[in-house]
Nanobody
Framework: QVRPVESGGGPVQAGGSLRLSCEAPGYYTIVNCMAWFRQIPGKEREGVASISVDNGDTYYVDSVKGRFTISQDSAENTVTLQMNNLQPEDTATYYC????????????????????WGQGTQVSVSS
């Protein structure tokens, strides 16, 4: 099993940066795709970025391209989301997710592709 634990959320002003971390011991031996999702109350959970565990290929939703960067450090059992130039519309609860399948073998932006989820960390961006 993979048990992701997120950290690093908090309040930030527009234009600022935050770095989210997902600690998931042993993830690289069990899953092939790690991702970050976000959710606003009353809305669907949205895939933000994913990374292929095997080769490090990364994928992003259009709204965060050029601002967010997903990376992994298997030695530290950590997947990180660096978020720059944050905007109020980025305000959400951010979740770390892990999928057994490859990111591109399914729809990486679909929450149904993922088997393991963290509890989430809140990001609040003020204007």
């Amino acid at each position: 099993q993979v048990r992701p634990v997120e950290s690093g959320g908090g309040p930030v002003q527009a234009g600022g940066s935050l770095r989210l971390s997902c600690e998931a011991p042993g993830y690289y031996t069990i899953v092939n795709c790690m991702a970050w999702f976000r959710q606003i109350p009353g809305k669907e959970r949205e895939g933000v970025a994913s990374i292929s565990v095997d080769n490090g290929d990364t994928y992003y939703v259009d709204s965060v391209k050029g601002r967010f960067t997903i990376s992994q450090d298997s030695a530290e059992n950590t997947v990180t989301l660096q978020m720059n130039n944050l905007q109020p519309e980025d305000t959400a609860t951010y979740y770390c997710a892990a999928a057994v399948g490859e990111c591109l073998a399914g729809d990486w932006k679909s929450k149904s592709w993922y088997h393991y989820w963290g509890q989430g960390t809140q990001v609040s961006v003020s204007s």
